[in-house]
């Protein structure tokens, strides 16, 4: 179980709902801020010419392209980010078992 | 109110809230440090190809490496401020 679940579920019910909500604002400004700096990075990427007003076929393109490629590289780092994160969490706690174990 | 002995419920949250921050600011900054270094911005099509998928494995595992070395770094130098 994520550490940090387990953490709060030890926190009386008003604080929980709390921290949920803080959690679900999070979520919310991330997910905005995500949207905005893939636009800002597909734009950067892909767009250079301005001979016209509207994007060009290859343009299209390349936005449909970069916004894919940018969510699948996402998720595949949120995969190995949380099998790093746990590897880590439990390194820690063998070690902290350990040093109890030596007293 | 604060018992002696017994955690602060308000400074439990606050100390939770600052460790997702930390974890979700850590993410994202891996996330865009392993984008500049792993993928081609050719864009020739929406799929990772397999030599980029083994370059952000890498990546990320580095990535968290060096988060652990600064750490102890920074701890040994008397704690963050």
């Known amino acids: ?103 | 109110m604060a018992q002696p002995g017994q955690p602060d419920p308000a400074a439990a949250i606050e100390m939770a809230k600052q460790e997702m921050d930390y974890r979700v600011n850590l993410f994202n900054a891996m996330v865009s440090s392993c984008y500049e270094k792993c993928i081609d911005k050719r864009y020739k099509d929406g799929e990772l190809s397999v030599g980029e998928n083994s370059c952000i494995d890498r990546c990320s595992s580095k990535y968290w490496q060096v988060t652990g070395i600064v750490g102890q770094m920074l701890g040994a130098q008397g704690g963050m401020q």
């Open chain 1, 1 to 103: 179980m994520d550490p940090n679940l387990a953490a709060m579920q030890n926190l009386p019910q008003a604080q929980q709902q709390q921290l949920m909500q803080a959690i679900e604002q999070m979520q919310v400004r991330d997910s905005l801020r995500m949207y905005n700096s893939l636009v800002e990075r597909c734009f950067r990427d892909c767009v250079s010419e301005f001979r016209s007003k509207d994007l060009n076929a290859g343009e299209e393109k390349c936005v449909q392209s970069c916004a894919t490629k940018f969510m699948k590289h996402s998720a595949r780092v949120g995969i190995r980010f949380g099998e790093l994160s746990s590897e880590a969490e439990s390194q820690m706690q063998a070690m902290m078992q350990q040093q109890q174990g030596g007293k």
